[in-house]
């Protein structure tokens, strides 16, 4: 028996990362044939998978020590956007017509593969009404993650009015007295 057994290696296989480098994969079994008969089959697949495209041969051996071998892909990809939450909305009171610089606060942000950025577009000074905050995270893989805060600069202080000092003259004309 010189001849070597069939072997088919089961389907590629694309999954999404739920590790940087240690992906676990449920591979398939090949399907191996010989007229004599199969010995064995293994493959060279790593114990967990990191991100990208791993290659892993599947090799059989039939009774005669003939081998065959046949490749499947297995493809760890990270398209899932990280999860980001703002810091709470504010709502302030305005101390100033002119504008005043708030502090914000900071935006939490989380991902399995790792963080590149994150960004916000917030104004140094903030002025009477909604000013809306776009915050922006990024991954190490290029998925994105936006989300609001409302910054509110409000104006609800009644103004204050202070009179002038009471003023007592002397009457000069029972019916039109001027008053400066």
Known sequence: D????????????????????AN????????VYDI?????YANDAPDSFPI??????WTGVDTS?????????VTISDTTSPTLTTPSDLIIEATTFSGMPIVI???????IIG????????PDIFYLGDTIITWTATDVHGNTASAEQIISIIDTTAP????????ILEGQDPTSNVVA
């Open 36 to 40: 004599i008969g199969v010995e064995s």
């Open 105 to 111: 606060g900071e935006a939490t942000v989380s991902d």
């Open 2 to 21: 010189t001849t070597s057994p069939q072997i088919k290696a089961p389907n590629d296989i694309l999954l999404e990362a739920t590790d940087p480098d």
């Open 115 to 122: 963080i590149d950025s994150l960004t916000n577009n917030a």
């Open 160 to 167: 204050s009015i202070e009179p002038p000092s009471d003023v």
């Open 24 to 31: 676990i994969v449920d591979l398939d079994l090949p399907w």
């Open 52 to 57: 990208g495209m791993t290659t892993v041969t």
């Open 65 to 73: 020590g003939n081998i065959a071998t046949d490749t499947q892909v």
